[in-house]
T-cell receptor, first 112, second 114 residues
Framework: AQSVTQLGSHVSVSEGALVLLRCNYSSSVPPYLFWYVQYPNQGLQLLLKYTTGATLVKGINGFEAEFKKSETSFHLTKPSAHMSDAAEYFCAVSGAGNQFYFGTGTSLTVIP | KAGVTQTPRYLIKTRGQQVTLSCSPISGHRSVSWYQQTPGQGLQFLFEYFSETQRNKGNFPGRFSGRQFSNSRSEMNVSTLELGDSALYLC?????????????FGQGTRLTVV
């Protein structure tokens, strides 16, 4: 069975500060991991994904994530927060039949 | 390339009624999945269709059903609506059945049951 756990339902950072959103996964098989972002009243937009290969994955808008098997983690980072980064972020692992298992989400607030 | 299109964007229905939501996937995508998003339960998987066949179904009552047409467009239907069915319903399309395929989401249909 696959699942993900996002630590911290709300994260606040100052504009220009490091963004770190935490995600841990549980999977009985090698996982395929994803980060999505959701703006108010919108669908989910893919930020980045890990399937195989390089463990440091770069995504859109300056975000990146590192797959650490030993820690079962896939944390999302961005060196410098921008006001436009304020949104809800979801970590997900894919399972059979194109089913995604989503975390509960982390709401990011960027303080000017 | 057009994205995933969901119609309508907003719906208000009365308890006991039924509703049909529509999803047009990205051209060439054959897999369509549906999710329910609520503040209390988060994102929950409803079902997935690939080449007109339901391959996977989440833990929802039989009032929730869906189908996929030969052009990959999908509909989901909810009968005998309950207040708790109020949610954002998201449709996602993927190129194929593999687990590595990312899902592209539509903007959702906001259903309010009164």
């Amino acid at each position: 069975a696959q699942s993900v756990t996002q630590l911290g339902s709300h994260v606040s950072v100052s504009e220009g500060a490091l963004v770190l959103l935490r995600c841990n996964y549980s999977s009985s098989v090698p996982p395929y991991l994803f980060w999505y972002v959701q703006y108010p009243n919108q669908g989910l937009q893919l930020l980045l994904k890990y399937t195989t290969g390089a463990t440091l994955v770069k995504g859109i808008n300056g975000f990146e994530a590192e797959f650490k098997k030993s820690e079962t983690s896939f944390h999302l980072t961005k060196p410098s927060a921008h006001m436009s980064d304020a949104a809800e972020y979801f970590c997900a692992v894919s399972g059979a039949g194109n089913q995604f298992y989503f975390g509960t989400g982390t709401s990011l607030t960027v303080i000017p | 390339k057009a994205g995933v299109t969901q119609t309508p964007r907003y719906l208000i229905k009365t308890r006991g009624q039924q509703v049909t939501l529509s999803c047009s996937p990205i051209s060439g995508h054959r897999s369509v999945s549906w999710y329910q998003q609520t503040p209390g339960q988060g994102l929950q998987f409803l079902f997935e269709y690939f080449s007109e066949t339901q391959r996977n179904k989440g833990n929802f009552p039989g009032r929730f059903s869906g189908r996929q047409f030969s052009n990959s467009r999908s509909e989901m239907n909810v009968s005998t609506l309950e207040l708790g069915d109020s949610a954002l319903y998201l449709c996602a399309s993927s190129l194929g059945p593999g687990k590595e395929a990312e899902a592209f989401f539509g903007q959702g249909t906001r259903l309010t049951v009164v």
